[in-house]
Nanobody, 116 residues
Framework: LLVQSGGGLVQPGGSLRLSCTAS????????VSWYRQAPGKEREMVAA????????DYADSVKGRFSISADAVGNTVYLQMTTLKPEDTAVYYC???????????WGQGTQVTVSS
């Protein structure tokens, strides 16, 4: 089970931080990704992180503005979003996929709206 928090309404240029907390496990052997889906558009990956190898990936549209990180305990991953643009408006989802098994979990989604 993944529980998301954060999100909301922010003006263009503002910042928000999303959190994704795993219940009952840690992200030690998982690829953790943040996806977003805007109305009428397909879901797209915006950021991904895995502790194994310490790899980070970002969509070109968010590079330099979004960053993904994890807490020391290993069961919470954050998406720090800065310099937000109206086109960042979407429902954001976290996803955890085990690197060795088919286990996959999704968060409940959280709305991010960037508008003046």
């Amino acid at each position: 089970l993944l529980v998301q928090s954060g999100g909301g309404l922010v003006q263009p240029g503002g910042s928000l931080r999303l959190s994704c907390t795993a219940s009952g496990f840690t992200f030690e052997n998982y690829l953790v990704s943040w996806y977003r889906q805007a109305p009428g558009k397909e879901r797209e990956m915006v950021a991904a992180f895995t502790r194994v190898g310490g790899r980070f990936d970002y969509a070109d549209s968010v590079k330099g503005r979004f960053s993904i990180s994890a807490d020391a305990v290993g069961n919470t991953v954050y998406l720090q979003m800065t310099t937000l643009k109206p086109e960042d408006t979407a429902v954001y989802y976290c996803n955890a996929r085990h690197i060795l098994t088919p286990a996959t979990y999704w968060g409940q989604g959280t709305q991010v709206t960037v508008s003046s």
